[in-house]
């Protein structure tokens, strides 16, 4: 079985100045040619409570061998490209057929005729089987990534009951920060409702939260932004950006983990990770550096 990559190619012949993250256009775009050709659809998703079946690759510039991330301006006419990975088969059908109809993508009031969709097909199975047990490896965060944190994973439930001694639900905090069991819990809820492939994404997130998993450093640093979802609205998240690098402790490393993370790391390049996927927050490079032999 396998899901949906669809990438999107035209050429932006007009500058453009967005009020706000190019990826929530984007996710705009999606919502708004599946309304015109299957409300219900659209507003089924939109709604849901559960994880959204799709992830969002936002708008990126393609000029000489040089990709650039578009937040808020395109400054000169540029080829560019933005996708999708959908993660049931009946909603990237159906979607493909109505972008395909569509013909064009409009940004701002402005219609620009789309060139290509290239569609790919990855198989759960395959992400699987081609992983093996790493050791170390970077993260590039090319957008804003930013985690929900459960305060009871951080004694912080137990703390505001000590101070106010109400016992209600603990609200979930944004957590701008590359902590590897916030990481591994955001794509493990992923591959758990999408994936036909069966993890022990229990034990796995057990042995991350013991130290399974260490950051080594960011030599290169990170560095925060602060998004407003819509310009009139108080609406803002704030998520950071930057190549950060991990390592497995060889006092807790185990082979059958250590391959599963490869996975699920693979994974993450389609998914994103973290809030705001849908919207193209949380896009990320892998980059495998050491292998257990």
């Known amino acids: 079985m396998s899901f949906t990559t669809l990438t999107f190619r035209l050429l932006l012949s007009k500058n453009l100045a967005f009020n706000y993250f190019s990826g929530y256009y984007i996710r705009g775009y999606f919502y708004s040619t599946l309304r015109k050709f299957n409300s219900e659809l659209a507003e089924n998703i939109h709604n849901s409570r559960t994880l959204a079946p799709f ?10 061998n040089y990709r650039h991330v578009v937040f808020n301006y395109v400054n000169n006419p540029s080829p560019a490209s933005f996708g999708y ?8 059908k159906e979607f493909l057929e109505y972008a395909v109809q569509e013909g064009s993508v409009t940004l701002l009031n402005e219609k620009f005729p ?8 990855v198989n759960w199975e395959e ?23 459960p305060p009871t994973l951080f004694e912080r439930y137990e703390a505001k009951l000590k101070l106010t001694d109400k016992r209600e639900k603990a609200p979930y905090r944004y957590y701008p ?8 819990r955001s794509i493990s809820k992923l591959w758990k409702k999408f994936s036909p492939v069966e993890l022990n994404l229990k034990g796995l997130l057990s042995w991350v939260s013991a130290g399974g998993v260490a950051i080594s450093g960011f030599p290169y640093g990170i560095k925060t932004y602060k998004l407003y979802e819509h310009e009139k609205a108080n609406k803002w998240v704030v998520g950071f950006m930057g190549k950060v690098g991990y390592s497995l402790p060889e006092d807790l490393f185990n082979k059958k983990f ?17 809030g705001g996927r849908t919207a193209g927050l949380g896009m990320v490079n892998y980059i495998p550096l050491e292998y257990s032999e």
Not at 114 to 121: G, P
Not at 177 to 184: A, G, I, Q, Y
Not at 258 to 274: E, I
């Open 85 to 92: 990975s959908i993660f049931l088969k009946e909603i990237s």
């Open 127 to 149: 992400i699987v089987e081609n992983s093996k047990p790493i050791k170390k490896f970077d993260l590039v965060f090319l957008t804003p990534t930013y985690f929900r944190l």
């Open 177 to 184: 920060l590359p902590d590897p069991s916030l990481l591994l």
């Open 55 to 64: 992830s969002s690759k936002t708008l990126t510039l393609e000029q000489q």
């Open 258 to 274: 250590a391959k599963d993370l490869d996975a699920l790391l693979k994974f993450s390049q389609f998914s994103n990770v973290g």
């Open 114 to 121: 789309l060139n290509e969709i290239a569609v790919k097909e």
